[in-house]
């Protein structure tokens, strides 16, 4: 069984920056793309940003393009989501998750997640 535990969110003035992490359990973490999720209070999730198994190939959402950054190490089972020159509007919980072997922006596509980490975002 694959696991997914978050870490690394909190509440944040805007403009400032938070680091999330993930650590997934499994040693197939390297084959897979791995994605991140947020959702808002009243909203439904919303692709944010998936990095593809290499670490070569990341894609993220319109929202959020240049201020945040997904990334990888392999080595070490991690997947992180830096994120920076935060607003209001990024406030959420936001979850990791394991997508399929190529980079999907399509929720349905990944099969685990985790249990979500909570972002605040004050003005």
């Known amino acids: 069984q694959v696991q997914l535990v978050e870490s690394g969110g909190g509440l944040v003035q805007a403009g400032g920056s938070l680091r999330l992490s993930c650590a997934p359990s499994?040693?197939?973490?390297?084959?897979?793309?791995m994605g991140w999720f947020r959702q808002a209070p009243g909203k439904e999730r919303e692709f944010v940003a998936t990095?593809?198994?290499?670490?070569?190939?990341?894609y993220y959402a319109d929202s959020v393009k240049g201020r945040f950054t997904i990334s990888r190490d392999n080595a070490k089972n991690t997947v992180a989501l830096q994120m920076n020159s935060l607003k209001p509007e990024d406030t959420a919980v936001y979850y990791c998750?394991?997508?399929?072997?190529?980079?999907?922006?399509?929720?349905?596509?990944?099969?685990?997640w985790g249990q979500g980490t909570q972002v605040t975002v004050s003005s």
């Open positions: 998750a394991r997508g399929p072997p190529t980079p999907s922006v399509l929720e349905y596509a990944y099969a685990y």
């Open positions: 990095i593809s198994w290499s670490g070569g190939s990341t």
């Open positions: 499994g040693r197939t973490f390297s084959s897979y793309a």
